[in-house]
């Protein structure tokens, strides 16, 4: 069992583009604010973008800033990732996650519910 699920990940040419969504069980009385994570293989899992329960703040990591563009639907229980321009350094399993709040967080260990990940491998 997982408390989200992402979807959209595979295998694509470096400038090639990727949009992977995440869907939340969150009931709609809560605010959270959603984030995206990943990992690459010997590496510590980072912060890639955030978004606020409102959908009017978001957040991302210098490394994807200009390329990535994170976003919520509406009803406010998905969320989005639009990967342009990808690079063979962005590949990693990326994770979806969720935190109690309104506000956006590049903090993982703020974030209380995790997705299992999905793969983006971009090849050179």
């Known amino acids: 069992q997982v408390p989200l699920v992402e979807s959209g990940g595979g295998l694509v040419q470096a400038g090639g583009s990727l949009r992977l969504s995440c869907a939340a069980s969150?009931?709609?009385?809560?605010?959270?604010?959603m984030g995206w994570f990943r990992q690459a293989p010997g590496k510590e899992r980072e912060f890639v973008a955030a978004?606020?329960?409102?959908?009017?703040?978001?957040y991302y990591a210098d490394s994807v800033k200009g390329r990535f563009t994170i976003s919520r639907a509406n009803p406010k229980n998905t969320v989005y990732l639009q990967m342009n321009s990808l690079e063979p350094e962005d590949t990693a399993v990326y994770y979806c996650?969720?935190?109690?709040?309104?506000?956006?967080?590049?903090?993982?260990?703020?974030?209380?519910?995790w997705g299992q990940g999905t793969q983006v491998t971009v090849s050179s």
């Open positions: 996650a969720a935190r109690l709040g309104t506000g956006v967080s590049g903090s993982g260990r703020e974030y209380d519910r």
């Open positions: 969150i009931r709609t009385f809560s605010s959270y604010a």
């Open positions: 978004i606020s329960w409102s959908g009017g703040n978001t």
